[in-house]
C-alpha cells in the first residue's frame, strides 16, 4: 500500500476540488510513492500522534484540520506545529488532511452532526451547482419546546455545557446546524426556516440572534469529532485487510477543557 493509495480512497469520498478557496487540504507532510504499513485518525495533528502512529505501526496519519494552514519561516521543533513536522520526518511518517473538502461533501462533518442530532429530510444548508456546500438543515422528529430541543443537542452530543442565546418562542421543528465555525451561516439557516442554529466558535455579538432563530455554540471539537468515524469506515471499506486505527486520545484530544 501506497500513500497515494490512501489519498486516492479518501479523495473519492472527500474530493481535493471540494475544499474551500484557501484552504490547505491535502498531503502535508510526505511522498505519494511511500510505502504504508498503517494509517491512524484523527481530528488534529500534534507530536504526541506523531508519536502515538509510530508507538502503534503506522506511518501514516489522516485528519480532518491541516497541520499546515499558514505559512511557515521557520520549523521550529519546540513549537507544536514545527515539532509536529519535524517528528513526522524523522518517523518517514506522511500527514494527509481532509480538511474543508469533508465539510462540503453530502456525507462529511455537518451531515454527521446531523445524523448525531437525529434529523430527518437533510439537506445542505449552502450549496452550490454541484451540490457541495456548508452546513445542513433537517427536521426533528417531533416538535420540541426551546430547552428541551437545546437538551437533545447537550445529550446527543455529549457536551458538559452548551451556550446558547435566547430561547425562541414556540417549539422547534427544524434545526440547522455546522460543524465547526459557521455563525456566517446564520442567515441561511434563518431563511431555511430553522430555529434553531449549532455550531461551534460563536462570538459574544452573535448571541444577539435574529428573531425567530436560537444559536447553540456546541463547540468546535463536538461538532467536527465525528468525522474520524466517517474516515475509518470509508478507510476499512476500501481496504479491509489494512490497518486502519483510531487515534485512543480521540476522547480527550479537546484542546478545549471545561470546568463544572
Same mark, same amino acid.
Given at each position: 500500500?501506497? #500513500?497515494?493509495?490512501?489519498?486516492?480512497?479518501?479523495?473519492?469520498?472527500?474530493?481535493?476540488?471540494?475544499?474551500?478557496?484557501?484552504?490547505?487540504?491535502?498531503?502535508?507532510?510526505?511522498?505519494?510513492?511511500?510505502?504504508?504499513?498503517?494509517?491512524?485518525?484523527?481530528?488534529?495533528?500534534?507530536?504526541?500522534?506523531?508519536?502515538?502512529?509510530?508507538?502503534?505501526?503506522? /506511518?501514516?496519519?489522516?485528519?480532518?484540520?491541516?497541520?499546515?494552514?499558514?505559512?511557515?519561516?521557520?520549523?521550529?521543533?519546540?513549537?507544536?506545529?514545527?515539532?509536529?513536522?519535524?517528528?513526522? #520526518?524523522?518517523?518517514?511518517?506522511?500527514?494527509?488532511?481532509?480538511?474543508?473538502?469533508?465539510?462540503?461533501?453530502?456525507?462529511?462533518?455537518?451531515?454527521?452532526?446531523?445524523?448525531?442530532?437525529?434529523?430527518?429530510? #437533510?439537506?445542505?444548508?449552502?450549496?452550490?451547482?454541484?451540490?457541495?456546500?456548508?452546513?445542513?438543515?433537517?427536521?426533528?422528529?417531533?416538535?420540541?419546546?426551546?430547552?428541551?430541543?437545546? !437538551?437533545?443537542?447537550?445529550?446527543?452530543?455529549?457536551?458538559?455545557?452548551?451556550?446558547?442565546?435566547?430561547?425562541?418562542?414556540?417549539?422547534?421543528?427544524?434545526?440547522?446546524?455546522?460543524?465547526?465555525?459557521?455563525?456566517?451561516?446564520?442567515?441561511?439557516?434563518?431563511?431555511?426556516?430553522?430555529?434553531?442554529?449549532?455550531?461551534?466558535?460563536?462570538?459574544?455579538?452573535?448571541?444577539?440572534?435574529?428573531?425567530?432563530?436560537?444559536?447553540?455554540?456546541? !463547540?468546535?471539537?463536538?461538532?467536527?469529532?465525528?468525522?474520524? /468515524?466517517?474516515?475509518?469506515?470509508?478507510?476499512?471499506?476500501?481496504?479491509?485487510?489494512?490497518?486502519?486505527?483510531?487515534?485512543? /486520545?480521540?476522547?480527550?484530544?479537546?484542546?478545549?477543557?471545561?470546568?463544572?
Amino acid at each position: 500500500m501506497k #500513500v497515494k493509495d490512501i489519498i486516492a480512497a479518501i479523495e473519492a469520498f472527500a474530493p481535493a476540488y471540494a475544499q474551500a478557496e484557501g484552504d490547505n487540504t491535502g498531503l502535508q507532510v510526505g511522498n505519494p510513492e511511500q510505502e504504508v504499513h498503517g494509517v491512524l485518525i484523527a481530528l488534529d495533528c500534534t507530536p504526541a500522534l506523531v508519536q502515538e502512529a509510530t508507538s502503534r505501526g503506522c /506511518d501514516m496519519i489522516l485528519t480532518h484540520h491541516p497541520l499546515l494552514y499558514h505559512p511557515l519561516h521557520t520549523v521550529d521543533p519546540e513549537e507544536t506545529v514545527g515539532g509536529t513536522i519535524y517528528a513526522a #520526518v524523522r518517523a518517514e511518517c506522511a500527514i494527509y488532511a481532509a480538511h474543508t473538502s469533508a465539510d462540503r461533501v453530502p456525507g462529511g462533518v455537518s451531515w454527521t452532526l446531523a445524523e448525531r442530532l437525529g434529523l430527518r429530510n #437533510v439537506r445542505t444548508l449552502e450549496a452550490d451547482a454541484d451540490g457541495l456546500g456548508f452546513g445542513i438543515v433537517g427536521d426533528l422528529p417531533e416538535p420540541k419546546p426551546a430547552l428541551e430541543a437545546l !437538551g437533545l443537542v447537550k445529550k446527543a452530543l455529549g457536551l458538559p455545557a452548551l451556550r446558547h442565546s435566547a430561547p425562541v418562542e414556540g417549539p422547534v421543528t427544524r434545526v440547522a446546524a455546522c460543524g465547526g465555525s459557521g455563525t456566517s451561516l446564520v442567515g441561511k439557516a434563518l431563511t431555511a426556516g430553522a430555529q434553531l442554529f449549532v455550531c461551534g466558535d460563536i462570538t459574544y455579538h452573535h448571541f444577539f440572534a435574529p428573531q425567530g432563530i436560537m444559536l447553540a455554540d456546541a !463547540g468546535h471539537f463536538e461538532t467536527e469529532v465525528g468525522i474520524v /468515524d466517517i474516515f475509518c469506515s470509508v478507510l476499512k471499506k476500501n481496504f479491509p485487510n489494512f490497518a486502519v486505527l483510531i487515534s485512543e /486520545d480521540i476522547k480527550t484530544a479537546n484542546p478545549v477543557h471545561y470546568m463544572i
